[in-house]
């Protein structure tokens, strides 16, 4: 069986892509290295290997994979805005990650301490922001790596060196 603790999230199913099983997969495309030949879903509580039989990019964080034993486009709506976990052991052998790998992860900072869970990755400007939720409130905090001061995989924590008043703004 499949252990969650063992899983990261890697993205979700989008719609259906043509008539022959093929479904879009947005997600952390860097973490999809050599190797990587499944993804799980969280099916009613257990999570469930989905395998590849093929995976093509679409555009910068999007996919068009062929799962196995699916063949129409019917079989594979199963799978349409369900969640797609990999292996942490994936992510934690590649040298690179998308920020979309952090979603989950608690975040603290030196001085401050608890600020919240990251809930989301704000790209849609130049400056890309990580989203934490913290008893409803939103913090937001510069995607930048002279600002993370530690990132803990095991436990997924990332701990910040944010410069004052940064948080408070």
Same mark, same amino acid.
């Given at each position: 069986?499949?252990?969650?603790?063992?899983?990261?999230?890697?993205?979700?199913?989008?719609?259906?892509?043509?008539?022959?099983?093929?479904?879009?997969?947005?997600? $952390?495309?860097?973490? *999809? +290295?050599?190797?990587?030949? #499944?993804? !799980?879903? =969280?099916?009613?509580?257990?999570?469930?290997?989905?395998?590849?039989?093929?995976?093509?990019?679409?555009?910068?964080?999007?996919?068009?994979?062929?799962?196995?034993?699916?063949?129409?486009?019917?079989?594979?709506?199963?799978?349409?805005?369900?969640?797609?976990?990999?292996?942490?052991?994936?992510?934690?052998?590649? $040298?690179?990650?998308? *920020? +979309?790998?952090?979603?989950? #992860?608690? !975040?603290? =900072?030196?001085?401050?301490?608890?600020?919240?869970?990251?809930?989301?990755?704000?790209?849609?400007?130049?400056?890309?922001?990580?989203?934490?939720?913290?008893?409803?409130?939103?913090?937001?905090?510069?995607?930048?790596?002279?600002?993370?001061?530690?990132?803990?995989?095991?436990?997924?924590?990332?701990?910040?060196?944010?410069?004052?008043? *940064?948080?408070?703004?």
């Amino acid at each position: 069986m499949l252990k969650k603790e063992d899983f990261v999230y890697f993205g979700k199913f989008l719609k259906p892509h043509g008539t022959k099983g093929e479904i879009g997969l947005q997600g $952390d495309t860097f973490a *999809l +290295g050599e190797g990587c030949d #499944f993804v !799980a879903c =969280d099916i009613d509580g257990i999570l469930v290997p989905f395998f590849f039989e093929s995976v093509r990019p679409k555009n910068g964080d999007t996919l068009i994979a062929k799962m196995e034993r699916m063949e129409s486009a019917e079989e594979v709506r199963y799978l349409t805005n369900r969640e797609a976990f990999i292996p942490r052991k994936w992510v934690e052998e590649s $040298d690179e990650v998308s *920020l +979309g790998y952090f979603i989950g #992860f608690s !975040a603290s =900072d030196k001085s401050l301490g608890y600020l919240g869970e990251i809930v989301e990755i704000d790209d849609s400007t130049i400056n890309t922001l990580f989203v934490v939720e913290n008893d409803g409130e939103e913090i937001l905090i510069p995607a930048q790596e002279e600002f993370i001061a530690g990132i803990d995989h095991d436990e997924q924590t990332i701990l910040f060196d944010l410069p004052e008043g *940064l948080v408070t703004l």
